[in-house]
């Protein structure tokens, strides 16, 4: 079995309001692949629509530490891949997640727990979620993890 074709394939991407996130999604976009953009906030949306882009499609909300929008962003998901008469998923990335590297005795601790929730908690749920369409379309899942450089206490 063959992979889509460039203009079949479309890609489920998160953290996708800023950084590595945001520009991915452009720029896969820009290149002819239908672009899931995950984003929390609202204006974020917005900050995506302003590159008109018709295969740039924001998901929102998608936070991660809510396992509840998972499931509505899957049923959103599968709705657009109909539309477009498109099969599966051609990759799911994993970008969500902003990090906070310190030493333990400085750590936060809440910033912690949402991390560890956003990274590996709600990103393995998306994965669950996404498998049976990943498959469909012979996909790939990348994780990338970025860490910020903030410290705090």
Known sequence: MMPPEKDKRAVIITGCSSGIGKATAIHLAK???LV????????????LEQFTLPNLI???PLDLTKLEQIEATRARVLSELENREISGLYALINNAGSG???P????????LERELKTRIVGAISLVQNFLPLLRKGQGRIIWIMTPAAKFSR
């Open 31 to 33: 290149n002819g692949f």
């Open 36 to 47: 899931l953009a995950s984003v929390r906030k609202a204006a974020d949306v917005q900050s």
């Open 58 to 60: 924001p998901l929102y």
């Open 100 to 102: 906070s590297p310190a």
């Open 104 to 111: 333990i005795e400085v750590m936060n601790l809440s910033e």
